[in-house]
């Protein structure tokens, strides 16, 4: 698993970047809170598996030891039973009646095969013939437990097998003694008359389990501490692994509070932070594409400002100088003076057309304004608004090819307005058409819309210049747009209004080299 890495520009960023990063050891760091809530878990998991298992262990050992003396105490009987039939006179009742008294009658305690045992014997009558030496010193077998062995010798007595815990015993758990007790039969049949019996007893020397299971719970224990301190550390270069994503996301979003827009952070990491980094870099983005909208908006207001403030200036100022030279009496003969007050109307009404685009202009963009649309047949529009220009094409010897079919589908517009596009792109087309020139007009139907295009034979659009044509006072050659008399506005109208119609407007090049208008209207439903 990768970290997110930050992605920049900038060197001194990514030399940054390549630096290990050091993580604070605070309780409330998230890497230190990871790392100790893992080992905590690791250990309390290790501690109850260990404890499960040595308990396991020790319950298995002393169920082995219980079940081991029972089968000891049985196969005991049997050798004596055998070897009873073999040495003791015809009609004996009890143990005792054997030659030479009872050793010769149980040779396994003198063969040592029962020696980690105390071996116990009892004949018919009750009478004990062989025990352990009881007291209270090391390896002698406590009042109590002969009291309780000998009860269960004569239960046995009875034919009844008999297996237990010795109840008294001092030693603790695990150190816990066991008796077996079984009855002896002459003859090997199980209605045989019982001659006697015989127990089995743990020595006193019982901390045999305590060895064994001890040291195996000690091994499973420190097993267990390794697995957990193992654990710990895993616990701490994953927990690592996590943060590190998450520490160069803080980074990276106070880059972006300082004002860097570009940062990005990489995806390669686990899917949830891979989903927090492309979270990220989409806010990053929107946030970097609202910025430089505002910063170009904030420039084109700024153009804005300076542009109107300079298409107002010169009419202000040609109506100043006027109006004082009419105030100050410099102008003395009849004709300058009616000269002064026409050139002071003009640029007054300069103004207010100005003052007028400007606002329609504001307002279509805002949709404050509202458009009569209805069902308009385009073919009339455009021969009526050529039949206007007409005389002004006839002055500059520009020929007008009209292209448009006359059963072309009616378009949902506002007639009105529809005259202004055409008459603004008619007027743009004239003047940048030289002396001799051609304009074409042309239209089709185009899926929903029908496409209307304007097309000359001047100078053309360059193409870096076209994304640009429909800005407020954009000009591509501002001495000579001075020189035509155009404010940069027409066609920033003409876009308003077309896309108020819920249309498009492209700027191109002509089949023949000069610049193409095109727009759309939608089809009359």
Same mark, same amino acid.
Not at 269 to 291: C, I, K, S
């Given at each position: 698993m990768n970290g997110v890495n930050t992605m920049s520009d900038m060197n001194d960023t990514k030399?940054?970047?390549?630096?290990?990063?050091?993580? /604070?050891?605070?309780? +409330? +760091?998230?890497?230190v809170q990871m790392a100790v809530g893992s080992a905590?878990?690791?250990?309390?998991?290790?501690?109850?598996?260990?404890?499960?298992?040595?308990?396991?262990?020790?319950?298995?050992?002393?169920?082995?030891r219980r079940t081991q003396l029972v089968n000891e105490v049985h196969q005991l009987a049997s050798l004596i039973e055998q070897r009873a039939s073999e040495l003791l006179p015809s009609g004996a009742t009890s143990l005792s009646d054997g030659p030479k008294g009872t050793l010769q009658l149980i040779p396994p305690a003198k063969s040592g095969r029962f020696q980690q045992e105390n071996l116990w014997a009892m004949d018919a009558t009750g009478a004990l013939l062989m025990a352990p030496r009881t007291g209270t010193q090391s390896g002698e077998v406590s009042p109590s437990d002969a009291t309780e062995i000998i009860s269960a010798l004569r239960t046995a007595l009875q034919g009844q097998s008999n297996d237990g815990a010795l109840s008294h015993s001092a030693v603790p758990w695990l150190s816990q003694r066991y008796y077996a007790t079984a009855p002896v039969r002459l003859g090997s049949a199980a209605n045989a008359p019982i001659i006697g019996a015989v127990a089995l007893s743990s020595l006193p020397r019982a901390d045999l389990g305590v060895v064994f299971v001890s040291g195996t719970s000690t091994a499973i224990l420190f097993s267990g501490l390794l697995a957990a301190l193992l654990a710990a550390l895993g616990a701490m270069f994953f927990a690592r692994r996590l943060i590190r994503p998450l520490d160069h996301l803080t980074a990276a979003t106070a880059r972006m509070t300082s004002g860097d827009y570009s940062v990005r952070v990489d995806?390669?990491? /686990?899917?949830?932070?891979?989903?927090?980094?492309?979270?990220?870099?989409?806010?990053?983005?929107?946030?970097?594409?609202?910025? +430089?909208?505002?910063h170009r908006l904030e420039q084109l207001r700024r153009e804005l400002v300076a542009n109107v403030s300079h298409e107002l200036a010169t009419p202000l100022t040609a109506i100043q100088g006027y109006t004082e030279a009419l105030a100050d009496g410099v102008i003395h003969d009849p004709a300058g003076r009616e000269e002064s007050t026409r050139m002071i109307a003009r640029e007054a009404a300069r103004l207010r057309r100005l003052v007028d685009q400007l606002r329609q202009v504001a307002l279509?963009?805002?949709?404050?304004?509202?458009?009569?649309?209805?069902?308009?047949?385009?073919?009339?529009?455009?021969?009526?608004?050529?039949?206007?220009?007409? /005389?002004?094409?006839?002055?500059?010897?520009?020929?007008?090819?009209?292209?448009? /079919?006359?059963?072309?589908?009616?378009?949902?517009?506002?007639?009105?307005?529809?005259?202004?596009?055409?008459l603004n792109l008619f007027d743009n087309a004239l003047r940048h058409t030289p002396e001799g020139g051609r304009i074409s007009v042309s239209a089709q139907p185009d899926r929903a819309f029908v496409r209307v295009s304007i097309a000359d034979t001047g100078e053309g659009i360059a193409p870096e210049e076209r994304e640009h044509i429909f800005d407020r006072f954009y000009r591509l050659d501002a001495s000579r747009s001075a020189e035509t008399g155009g404010s940069g506005l027409g066609l920033a109208i003409v876009r308003a209004l077309v896309e108020a119609h819920g249309g498009?407007?492209?700027?191109?090049?002509?089949?023949?080299?000069?610049?193409?208008?095109?727009?759309?209207?939608?089809?009359?439903?």
């Open positions: 030399q940054e970047q390549k630096r290990p990063r050091r993580f /604070p050891l605070s309780t +409330s +760091s998230l890497w905590l878990i690791a250990l309390a998991a290790v501690l109850v598996v260990s404890l499960a298992a040595s308990l396991s262990i020790g319950i298995s050992f002393e169920h082995y995806v390669s990491a /686990p899917d949830e932070l891979r989903r927090l980094a492309n979270t990220f870099n989409e806010m990053a983005a929107t946030l970097e594409r609202d910025v +430089s909208e505002l279509f963009e805002a949709g404050a304004e509202r458009l009569d649309c209805a069902p308009l047949a385009l073919p009339p529009v455009i021969a009526d608004t050529l039949e206007v220009l007409a /005389p002004a094409l006839e002055r500059k010897q520009v020929a007008i090819e009209n292209s448009v /079919p006359e059963h072309l589908p009616a378009v949902n517009a506002d007639s009105d307005r529809l005259i202004e596009i055409l498009t407007i492209q700027a191109g090049e002509a089949p023949d080299g000069g610049a193409e208008f095109s727009f759309t209207l939608p089809l009359a439903k």
